[in-house]
């Protein structure tokens, strides 16, 4: 499988609204220091030369971590950056597009809300799935929140890696077990904690406890 399972167990997504005096550089290379185990970036804002610019520096630190380093839905500048992989949501290019453009080696992610579109992405190529929000957020607006029984149902019915995303946090993560996810995604508990490292720390611990409470 081109994409580890335990890669999904914490997966970093950035949010550079969150990084205050520190650059977002930083912030990442603290979490990788402090054990993540995947890094999206994720910039909704950011002009394409800035944004390649980022991506080139934190696809070269996110190496020298062995940890993999996806782009959030800008096909193009994945493939400048020779990142690892790309996340495209359902409203973003279909999978078998994305997959025509970037090869067969890259990774590629998808969001999905329902069995059936899980299904659907995995048959177009998809190597992982994004699931959620599995809570409430204010991160992202125009996402609704999966029940507890859809994320499991969705674990049962693919053999992709899975990762649950949305209002993660130390407090309810271990809600998530036994749904079989593999991992959880995380911005706000991470970059908008006042030491990302530390809790990037912390989540994974509990990351590790809820995936062995599965069984
Ligand atoms: N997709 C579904 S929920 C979400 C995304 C990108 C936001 C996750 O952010 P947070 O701060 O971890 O809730
Ligand atoms: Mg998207």
Known sequence: MKCDKKAMLLYAVTDRAWAGKSRLYEQVEEV?????TCVQLREKDLDE????????????????????FIINDNVDIAVKCGADGIHVGQEDMIT???????GESMIIGVSAHTVEEALEAVKNGADYLGLGSVFS?????DVDQMPYETLKAICHAVDVPT???GGISKKN????????VDGVAVISA???AEDPGAATAELLTLADEMVRNHA
Do not use: D, W
Request: include cysteine; charged fraction near 15%; charge should be positive.
């Open 32 to 36: 990788l220091k402090n054990g993540a």
């Open 49 to 68: 030369e800035s944004f390649l610019t980022e991506a080139m520096e934190l696809a070269n630190l996110c190496k020298q971590y062995h940890v993999p």
């Open 96 to 102: 078998s597009a994305v997959r025509a453009r970037v």
């Open 137 to 141: 957020t204010s991160t992202k607006s």
């Open 163 to 165: 990762v649950a995303i």
């Open 173 to 180: 993560i271990l809600q998530l077990s036994g749904s079989g």
């Open 190 to 192: 991470i970059f908008g």
